[in-house]
């Protein structure tokens, strides 16, 4: 098995997918937010996760997005790449024409809507593992797939060769205690929930792959690495200090949250593809004044909070 830990330890942000006002992919924009973030200390970004809108992007789209991430990151931090879906024999395809060769790894989120039983997701993974051409992140959130993948078959899947690691939003603190318990020594385990993610390190994960790093990003690699450290009198003045955040990006629905902070910070245009809409106007104006109060703190008193 590929041991991802040393890479992967940290802060992961999950990308959204910018737009113009024609609904193009807006990669002008997707180069600010690359440097934006990776200047704002993530340790590592995954690129076509669901954040970036991917149930409304074309095969096309998610190869130009995935190869315009690599190159322009040109190695300055790792890059996830994400492929996943219902149809198994689809998600292998996409892996097929993804450009995985600069990647470090894959997260493939569990099967959505066909709810599989525990049997049916571990043959899904399992097939996929077998020709993927790099270690394969489970993604276990429930809350949109329909279905959670379980401890025993989260365990089971640790020990195939090519099952590096799982990125966990299922919320279920007993369940994330069990894994990180049995787990492999060298079997990554990450929280995907950013309200989480403090307590979740705080009881052996190894970072967070967040949303709110997008908007946020120092703040939030900042509290990561101090509870890693264990500092977690930092750690938590840090995420108290982002605790509004996680309501107003989550509020209605994730992107629309996010993209009202990148484009109050002047990153992104706020334009999303339907069947999203842009966030409300009452949450849209909180997240504006929450950013502006944010980003008026000194990077500093940011860093060296606590």
């Given at each position: 098995?590929?041991?991802?830990?040393?890479?992967?330890?940290?802060?992961?942000?999950?990308?959204?997918?910018?737009?113009?006002?024609?609904?193009?992919?807006?990669?002008?924009?997707?180069?600010?937010?690359?440097?934006?973030?990776?200047?704002?200390?993530?340790?590592?970004?995954?690129?076509?996760?669901?954040?970036?809108?991917?149930?409304?992007?074309?095969?096309?789209?998610?190869?130009?997005?995935?190869?315009?991430?690599?190159?322009?990151?040109?190695?300055?931090?790792?890059?996830?790449?994400?492929?996943g879906g219902s149809n198994t024999m689809e998600v292998i395809r996409e892996i097929?024409?993804?450009?995985?060769?600069?990647?470090?790894?894959?997260?493939?989120?569990?099967?959505?809507?066909?709810?599989?039983?525990?049997?049916g997701i571990y043959q899904h993974y399992k097939a996929i593992a077998d020709v993927?051409?790099?270690?394969?992140?489970?993604?276990?959130?429930?809350?949109?797939?329909?279905?959670?993948?379980?401890?025993?078959?989260?365990?089971?899947?640790?020990?195939?060769?090519?099952?590096?690691?799982?990125?966990?939003?299922?919320?279920?603190?007993?369940?994330?205690?069990?894994?990180?318990?049995?787990?492999?020594?060298?079997?990554?385990?990450?929280?995907?929930?950013?309200?989480?993610?403090?307590?979740?390190?705080?009881?052996?994960?190894?970072?967070?792959?967040?949303?709110?790093?997008?908007?946020?990003?120092?703040?939030?690699?900042?509290?990561?690495?101090?509870?890693?450290?264990?500092?977690?009198?930092?750690?938590?003045?840090?995420?108290?200090?982002?605790?509004?955040?996680?309501?107003?990006?989550?509020?209605?629905?994730?992107?629309?949250?996010?993209?009202?902070?990148?484009?109050?910070?002047?990153?992104?245009?706020?334009?999303?593809?339907?069947?999203?809409?842009?966030?409300?106007?009452?949450?849209?104006?909180?997240?504006?004044?929450?950013?502006?109060?944010?980003?008026?703190?000194?990077?500093?008193?940011?860093?060296?909070?606590?």
């Amino acid at each position: 098995m590929s041991n991802l830990i040393p890479t992967l330890t940290g802060t992961g942000v999950a990308l959204v997918t910018p737009f113009n006002s024609r609904m193009d992919v807006d990669e002008p924009a997707l180069a600010r937010l690359l440097d934006f973030v990776i200047e704002g200390g993530v340790e590592y970004v995954v690129s076509l996760g669901t954040t970036g809108e991917t149930p409304v992007l074309s095969r096309e789209e998610k190869v130009r997005i995935a190869r315009f991430t690599l190159d322009y990151v040109n190695g300055r931090v790792p890059v996830v790449i994400g492929a996943g879906g219902s149809n198994t024999m689809e998600v292998i395809r996409e892996i097929e024409e993804l450009p995985m060769e600069g990647a470090v790894a894959i997260l493939s989120t569990s099967p959505y809507y066909s709810k599989p039983s525990q049997e049916g997701i571990y043959q899904h993974y399992k097939a996929i593992a077998d020709v993927a051409p790099k270690p394969i992140l489970l993604y276990n959130v429930p809350s949109r797939t329909g279905r959670n993948v379980d401890a025993h078959t989260i365990l089971r899947l640790a020990q195939l060769p090519n099952i590096a690691g799982i990125k966990e939003a299922g919320g279920d603190m007993a369940q994330c205690a069990l894994v990180l318990r049995d787990r492999p020594s060298d079997f990554l385990v990450v929280s995907g929930d950013d309200a989480l993610g403090f307590p979740q390190i705080a009881t052996g994960m190894h970072g967070v792959i967040s949303v709110a790093a997008n908007s946020f990003p120092t703040a939030f690699s900042s509290m990561v690495r101090a509870a890693l450290k264990g500092d977690l009198r930092k750690a938590k003045k840090l995420n108290d200090s982002l605790l509004d955040a996680y309501h107003l990006l989550f509020v209605e629905n994730n992107p629309a949250g996010v993209k009202v902070a990148l484009s109050e910070l002047g990153i992104i245009h706020n334009y999303l593809r339907l069947p999203l809409v842009p966030l409300s106007h009452q949450y849209a104006e909180q997240l504006r004044a929450y950013t502006k109060r944010l980003t008026h703190l000194a990077a500093e008193e940011i860093v060296n909070a606590g």
